[in-house]
């Protein structure tokens, strides 16, 4: 190590630190002259003090640890690409176009070599849906940056709504049941008061109206694209067509008083204070078949992060998808 520092440092006297060399003699290929040379240089041209090369100094592809290991061909992609980088001072689009590729592919074949990126973003991904840790505790957590964890838990929301069933796809399931239970639910976002149109008159707070609809044991067969909290439950029901789809199957469904007027294959309590003896005990009766449905709720909201979403409203609708996903692959 001596000797290579004297070939490169131009007369000053500069020594490692025990952590600079213990991180030196850890490095993919402790033996490859080459490596140790590109190393030494990057850390001559950046140290913070004149005399000493410290741990922070070395380039970065020797203080990242990858969460897997890397295949030969992964280390020998790696390593070049932080040589070019090196020869050509940090350059990006020298050192992309010196290696025949754009600028943008990579950079983000650095990050993916480096990090493995599948099992972190799913990883990632249940722990912001599951916990409701915010960006900026994941970041801290797996050792990345914010706009990694974003990029991270976005792809893994697109890629598991895009598997959620559609209403027609799941009436194949529905339409085997006994009866159906149809619920609404609101959950709460981060709005000001001036957001009239995401306020509940009903809940008395912002939120998005989702549609649910379970199984006679209580079990979450489908949930809805989330629409403004403003929108009535009833209202709700018709614009995604499950009024008319319980309709052609000519299926049962159970439903709260919100949903009177849906028409005859949605049954809804009686109305009004004083009632008959037996309009009081059809209501308790369809009460306690009611009482299932809530089940799915809570399940629903076993996920943290619904209790208080604090994202754009456009991502509602495919985060309820992939949560619905989730559901039915630990069912």
Known sequence: MPVLLARHQAGAEVRCTDDALRVLDGAPRPGDVRQLEGALRYALVRRADADVIDEPDLPPALLSRALHPLTPWESTERDMIVQVLLDHGGDKPRAAWALGISRRPSTARSRHVGSGSSPAAALLALAHLRCGDTYAQLAAGFRIGIATVYRYIREVIDVLAALAPTLTEA?????????????????PIDRIAADTLYYSGKHKRHGMNVQVLTDPLGRLLWASPALPGSVHDLTAARTHGIIDALAAAELKCWADKAYHGAGHPVRVPFRGRRLKRWKRRHNSTQAKIRRLGEQAMATLKGWCLLRKLRCSTNRITAIVQALLVLHHASA
């Open 171 to 187: 009436m194949k399931t529905i339409r085997t049941k006994a009866f159906v239970i149809l619920d609404g639910t609101l959950l």
